[in-house]
Structures are given as C-alpha cells and as structure tokens.
C-alpha cells in the first residue's frame, strides 16, 4: 500500500515558539493531503484539507493564521504551529490521497508538546 | 446533530473468539464506511471499505456490515489473536471520493491468551 511519513516524530518546544511538521508521500503522489489533530483518547479531527498548488480549506474553529499550511509540490505538505502554546499540544496526523482513489493513507503521526 | 457512535469501553476478547466492534450513526449519508486500525502513538491505518449498496465485505479474517437502514456498520474480526489488539476506528465518507473522512472515536480491542 501506499506510504506517507512525518517528521518530526516527536517534538518539545516553548511557548511562543513555532514548529514546522513535514508530510511526505513517499511511493505516489498525493494531489490531496490532509491534517488531523488528535487529543488523548478522543477521535482524530480533521483541520484542513490541502491541495497541491493551492490554498488549503479549513475546517470551522480552525486558525488559518495559527496553522500554516504548504503543499508545495504533489509528495510533500507542511503545518506549521506558529506561536504554539500548551493548548496545542496534541498529535498531529497527515493524510494523503492518490488521485481517484477511495482512501486516505496516514502517516505514523507527530507528537507535539509545548512547555 | 451529527453524531458518530462506537462503544467506548474496551472490548475483552479471549484468543480464538470472533470480537464484534459497532459504528452507529445519526443525521450522517454516508456513501461510503471505512473501518481503521489504530495502535498507540501511530496512525490508523487502513482495513476495509464498505460501500451504501453493500450489505458485507470480507477480507481475510475481516468483515464488515453496512445497513444503511439501521445506521450501523459491524466490524468483525474472526479467530481473534493478541496482535488484534489495537483501537479500531471508523469513518463515514459523504461524499465517496475520501476527501472527508469523520472519524468515530474508536473503541479499543484487548486480546488476551
């Protein structure tokens, strides 16, 4: 099937401080990719949707300006956490979806936490 | 409101026996439910896909039900192993091209010996 990475894996920062989480696709390119944000023991929600090129769509009560995102090429889509604080601390999963395809494929995830 | 609904105690599942998982559903049209397994710190990944005008969907120790009338997916898992351990999730998908998927919380499956 097909594989999507992260990096970083994990990650500590301070407070005001901003982190940049890189989505690959490793084996296909994904005209879509998508950010979900997962606290502990809850369901993975979607925050935006990313296409290659183009601005990404944000879901409701979601920051555009806090979380940044780039889909600059078909194989790779960064988030940024700009001036994170300890209220984004969470898991943070990507998604990507091979043109006509009928799934998503995740990657492994990144853990954030902000002192 | 919309609403996704999966049982949120774990399920404990002696070795050998089939675990049956449920996903309820409500003010949702889904075209397609997606059935995904979730080990801790790491993403889900992907089982099965089930379709509106599909009753069953198997895949090798795998099953799922759809019945759009109840709004409900079963998900089984036959002849149970501890690796089966995991959070199983699913996912609804409107618009059945899987540019978005609204996932369930998930229920978690503990296999034991």
């Known amino acids: 099937g097909a594989v999507v990475s992260q990096h970083p894996s994990r990650v500590i920062c301070k407070s005001g401080t901003s982190v940049k989480i890189e989505c690959r696709s490793l084996d296909f390119q994904a005209t879509t990719m998508f950010w979900y944000r997962q606290f502990p023991k809850q369901s993975l929600m979607l925050m935006a949707t990313s296409n290659e090129g183009s601005k990404a769509t944000y879901e409701q009560g979601v920051e555009k300006d806090k979380f940044l995102i780039n889909h600059a090429s078909l194989t790779l889509s960064t988030l940024t956490v700009t001036s994170a604080h300890p209220e984004d601390s969470s898991f943070y999963i990507c998604?990507?979806?091979?043109?006509?395809?009928?799934?998503?494929?995740f990657g492994p995830g990144t853990r954030l936490l902000v002192l | 409101s919309q609403k996704i609904e999966q049982n949120s105690e774990a399920l404990n599942i002696q070795e050998g026996k089939t675990a049956t998982l449920t996903c309820n559903y409500t003010n949702y049209s889904p075209a397609y439910l997606q059935w995904y397994r979730q080990d801790p710190g790491r993403g889900p990944v992907f089982l099965l896909l089930i379709r509106e005008n599909e009753k069953e969907k198997r895949k090798e120790r795998l099953k799922v039900t759809f019945d759009t009338t109840l709004k409900q997916s079963l998900f089984h898992i036959t002849a149970s192993q501890p690796a089966d351990s995991a959070t199983y999730l699913c996912?609804?998908?409107?618009?059945?091209?899987?540019?978005?998927?609204?996932f369930g919380t998930g229920t978690r499956l503990q296999v034991t010996l």
């Open positions: 998604s990507a979806r091979e043109p006509n395809e009928e799934t998503q494929y």
């Open positions: 996912a609804l998908d409107e618009t059945g091209t899987a540019s978005k998927l609204t």
